[in-house]
């Protein structure tokens, strides 16, 4: 399909252990979003790429997270150690704008449960 | 103070009645406003966006703009049990050099037949 296809749809991981969660934007656009969505919580901001440039990761909750998006396309979010505090459902978005102005476009998330 | 806040809900309504929704946000500077649907377990699609105060219809939906309130609403007529789900209030906000959607925690609807 056409829209932003994240994998894998779920992930379950033992404390302590690396995940790496990956975002196939829509093709062309120039912004990637990642956002971290608790349980009965709104999104909320992680990461930002315009391009291949990270311009923001003040979102980002501890030097665990680190995202890249090495060719300006495909994203990888990595949590390293994970604890289960990190369990929630992370979310993709990509637009075609600097930023967004009119409408970013989501993924169907990655499930992570850390146990 | 959260950037955006929404009553969590649940906002209980029969079949017919008009939901209303509403929304705060704390930036004077945010120039876009954002209505997004959740339904559980699948990601957030957009419903309507708006950035003129006043009112911006769109079939059922009526998206409501008030900035020197820092107040945005969504009105849903003839509501229907399909339209249960969260509802997320989003601002655009400046991040210097380029605009971030930022979300409130949302409003769980639920109409009853």
């Known amino acids: 399909g056409a829209g932003v296809s994240q994998s894998p749809r779920y992930k379950v991981a033992k404390r302590g252990q690396d995940v790496a969660l990956r975002c196939d934007p829509i093709s062309g656009h120039v912004s990637l979003f990642w956002y971290q969505q608790a349980l009965g919580q709104g999104p909320e901001f992680l990461t930002y790429?315009?391009?291949?440039?990270?311009?923001?990761k003040s979102g980002l909750p501890s030097d665990r997270f680190f995202a890249e998006r090495p060719e300006g396309s495909v994203s990888t979010l990595k949590i390293q150690r994970t604890q289960q505090e990190d369990s929630a459902v992370y979310l993709c978005?990509?637009?075609?704008?600097?930023?967004?102005?009119?409408?970013?476009?989501f993924g169907q998330g990655t499930r992570l449960t850390v146990v | 103070q959260k950037e955006v806040e929404q009553n969590s809900g649940p906002l209980s309504v029969p079949e017919g009645a008009i939901a209303s929704l509403n929304c705060t946000y704390s930036?004077?500077?945010?120039?876009?406003f954002f209505w997004y649907r959740q339904y559980s377990g699948k990601s957030p699609e957009l419903i309507m966006f708006?950035?003129?105060?006043g009112d911006k219809e769109d079939g059922r939906f009526t998206a409501q703009l008030n900035k020197a309130s820092q107040y945005v609403s969504l009105l849903i007529r003839d509501s229907q049990p399909s339209d249960s789900a969260t509802y997320l209030c989003a601002v655009n906000m400046w991040a210097g050099g380029y605009n971030k959607l930022i979300f409130g925690a949302g409003t769980r609807l639920a109409v009853h037949p």
């Open positions: 708006i950035y003129s105060n």
């Open positions: 930036d004077r500077g945010s120039q876009s």
């Open positions: 790429f315009q391009n291949e440039a990270q311009l923001d």
């Open positions: 978005a990509s637009s075609p704008q600097r930023g967004v102005n009119t409408e970013a476009f």
